[in-house]
């Protein structure tokens, strides 16, 4: 039996040699220079921007999970497996569920909303297997009640708010066709609604979904045209928040799909708006000046540019960030910038931690973590704290085992 690769470099090596890929057709699907995936190959070049791994997994046919070495299938993780178990729930629910078609009888649309509001917070808790077991039943019975409602608004608002959260977990867990698919009927929802506002989250989070399929440029042109609605359309403040959090996520696709001239004009004008609008909520992904900042961070790091991404990382007050999620996402990519700075090691690995300790599946189902922790290892003395903690975040993840 053939033994995995244990790195990123070994196998898009493997995978291009099954593939009978030269290492000119590999550069010229994945859209770079030979010289570099040479470097790439070889592992004297890094693979830590969500670009990079989004490029060579398109260009290799497999999902940017497989590529980075995360196999969830093979996990064993009891937390994860109950998540994972609402999955078919979800995508049955989602199977036999069209607007203005009853196939259950619905509670009265405000005990629904109860269950909806559970369901944000849970979603902004990070709490995603009691969330995942609440979702099927509520969107099943959200569009029976699109048939016939005292409120259809208010039923279309509620079900936006159900189907992005859904989302959610089917992005964690590496189902980026079912993810894709949620949003699809989010943005329907949000177009029946005829709001702009929750129409650009819907958006938001279709956005997101395109990117592990290989859609950067399907999800840039999505951002490009809903920014350009939503800033002609925006008249309530929610509505303009909608607008600022379509730009902070099109500054992310951008320079993915060769425009990065574009991110920082971007930023600056969701940076403009956010004072406006102050911090937002969850249905706004807590768009607002901090959420902005973490947009910044991120940006930087797909950039190449760790020390701007831990300048910025440090102007932020994590205590100030509301959300365990929002929080995690903090941590998480301080952690990625310090590892690329020498001598930062030990406030990598402790920011890592940190952000494990607030969102565990999301961390241990990241693509960016299964690149920055083998190399954060090979870097420290294994008998040091640090190297004690990463291991550890490396076994808990399934990257390897504690030796």
Known sequence: MTQRPSTVHGRIKLLAANQQLTLTQLAATAGYSVGHVSKVLSGKAPLNSREAITRFATALGVSPHELVGIHLADQTDPALLEVQATIAPL????VGSYLGHATTEARAVAAIAVDVERIV????????????RLLPGVITELYSATAGSEDPQE?????????????????????PDLAYMITTRGIEAAVELDDPGWVSIAEVSACHAMLPMGGAT???????????????????AFQLAGHGALLTVSSLMAPLADHAGEVQDRLAEAEAIARRVGEQGPDLAYFGPTNVSLYRMAVALEAGEPDRAAAVAA????????????????????GRALAELPGREDEAIGALVRSEALSPLRFRTSIAAADVLPRLLARVRPASAAGLQVRHLVHRSGLGTLV
Do not use: C, W
């Open 315 to 334: 102007a932020v007050d994590p205590d100030r960030i509301v959300s365990p999620e929002r929080r995690a996402k903090y941590f998480f990519d301080a």
């Open 218 to 236: 399907q999800a840039y042109a999505l951002a490009s045209r809903a920014v350009d609605r939503a800033g002609r359309t925006a008249g309530t």
């Open 155 to 175: 039923v279309l608002r509620l079900l936006v708010r159900a189907l992005v959260s859904a989302m959610t977990i089917a992005h964690v867990l590496g189902n």
């Open 121 to 132: 917070h849970l979603r902004s808790q990070v709490q995603l297997a009691e969330m995942g």
């Open 91 to 94: 995508r049955l629910a989602l």
